[in-house]
């Protein structure tokens, strides 16, 4: 498998393949940019890595840059001449700089991967500058955050996108076109999570990113300095959108289906604090704090269409990764664990065919004409597939393919689950944040071969 | 692999091997029986088959068989015949007349293997009697039901034993040693339930058992008869104890842990519909029934010890079988559906082990001794453990491992999940059907290697 850049070198893919339509073949109503002026807000690891994905793209001039952090922003300034592109505005002074960068003239559309409690507040505010927003997962961590982006984007008719990368991911696209053709019939039911352990995420040892440690908050660095702080103070599904994301797509969800309810539970805590333990001892400080975070969250939602949707957050104990996806509808099921699928009338009765197969079958146009390309964008290839759809609905535009509907329903889940949780697993209402136009909104096109 | 009564001929193992401890070295403190005289109230496919499995013993005795049904008795003489045992007493009048067997003094125990409505009747009936009552699952239908199976229990002393075939199964029993030894660490998140395709149970042509047309009820035959009404009528999970059972003794519940509340939600209900128009066509009277039953109905529980159970059950749609378990704990977790283990220091980080080779290892004793005589008994040989542990129980005239109040928690995930649903996710107690009890109650020794 040759690397991603001799890809590039040797087909100029960079120059062209890229731009897929000449901006002067494009048939879009809403004004369009010659090449999207992009500000990053945030630029730790994560931001850091959308950044290196847009330098490679012709289409876009990275024109500003903005993190507290001097160290980041050098970086990210280095990674821009080493691209041989102009230099970016910066900005940083203080948590509020921001701003700043949106007031900015030379830039149409921002790019936010900050601390999940900034989250809102800057997608909010790059809204009413005018920005076209791309923001990370999650969006938001309250009912009045999820109710900020709707409000925001109504009133100013500026779009967001919600940079949920799962929905990208080969295998997730490949089901989805099963879905859209029927292959698994009228759906029924779905099953999705975050199992993820994060332990070395969310400690550290204050020098490296990952784990050597039990430390967070001001003792430790990258994400351990703050999103360890949710674990411990909400008991609650923090993270729910990389595996409702693809499913609520399958869904129809905010287009012709709502999420209606859920109930959530979570079990005991005990996970972080055994981490602390066996990294710092029964001594150490950490070791005595009382982790509000059941160890396993499983949320249940239904929706207007009548299916149910097990959403799992698992995040805290020794396990490897999966995001638990199941599909199932009236004709049969995808399941992620154990890689397979069920098709009445096509697989041998009762009997499972390895998921390959039919991923390979539907393997979705998008994938087929930028896999080989995607692979080396991260996260298997999501990364690619996610900042080239914000990029082209920016340059268009045009409402993205998860707006801030999506958003805003997505992570309501975490308000929510909280709320069920602390009341033993009462019944939450989901707001209906299209206020009613669900019945009437169109799924997006996700099987066009653009973006 | 050499067939079982193969296996029987040539190690003489009817004569001896069943009787592992022969009666005069015995240490038991309860009264004891020479050989165990049964009879069998039920004999269709499922009393058949127990039936079976007790003639190959040389410490029971069938002295008396009832069925309604005069070819299904004819059909269970036929066995004892041809198993050179003496004639039973034979009932069948009318459904009632399973109490003139009950009071036959020939008669230490029963096997009740009747429609779901008689299970807790009939094992009322026959502990009243001073009969050992080994029952079929799911044990009850009701609240009131499973508080008649605890109170009948207390109040005359007699022991019932819930046959819950899938706590024998193989992998179950290794999965529990690893629990008890700690493998998994503290335990923290189940996962189970019923995950099996029905629908050609459920619907048949009246000439078959299983499938070839869209009757049930007087115009099916075996299950179908009775079975689904329960799908036509309650919106609940109506058969709790294949994934519940085995997990409920992995977590001690009734025995210093108890379930405490659950939530449940059920899906849209399609499934049998499209299976009555596939068979029948759209102008067969029953495509015009409306199904109560949610084709996947998912129950969260949660325990005293703070453990949360999903219990899953999915019986009317196309799908390969899978009872789902999931069991995890702080230092690991199996799951069956890609029949994978992980356990922090022992697997490589991040990465699941087959379980295979961890199943192996902690092969239960009771396997390693009777496993390859079992697997010809049913389902894998489950049913040979189940009805071991209730026949030497009941010799001995000792609780059983799966008792009165076990057959009530388990099987008021019936009630509850209803009544859940009913409410729209509403919480529901469980209630303590040991009376407070739990929290002294110490395990049954599941690893002896006994029965």
Known sequence: MESRRSFL???AFGATALGIYPLGQLQAAAPQTERLRVG???????GTNHLRNLLLRDDVQVTALCDTDPAR??????ALKEAGQAKAATFGAHEYSYRDLLAMEAVDAVVISTPWLWHTPMAVDAMKAGKYAGLEVSAATTLAECWDLVNTHEATGTHMMLLENVNYRRDIMAVLRMVREGVFGELVHFRCGYQHDLREVKFNNGKQPYGGGAEFGEKGISEARWRTLHSLKRNADVYPTHGLGPIAVMADINRGNRLVSLTS??????GLHNHIVAQGGEDHPNAALKFKQGDVITTTLTTARGETIIVTHDCNLPRPYSLGFRVQGAKGLWEVDGSRIYVEGKSQPHRWDPAASWLEAYDHPLW??????????????????????????AKRGIAPPIDAYDAAAWSAVTPLSEQSIAAGGEPQHVPDFTRGRWIGRTPYDWLKDTF
Chains 1, 2 share one sequence.
């Open 40 to 46: 990053l807000i945030g630029l730790g690891l994560r």
């Open 265 to 270: 539970s979570a079990s005991k805590a005990i």
């Open 368 to 393: 087929q004409r930028y896999g080989e390309y995607a692979t080396g964008a991260g996260h298997g290839g999501m990364d690619f597939f996610v900042m080239h759809a914000f990029v082209e609905s």
């Open 73 to 78: 922003l050098e970086l990210a300034a280095q």
């Open 9 to 11: 070198r040797k087909s």
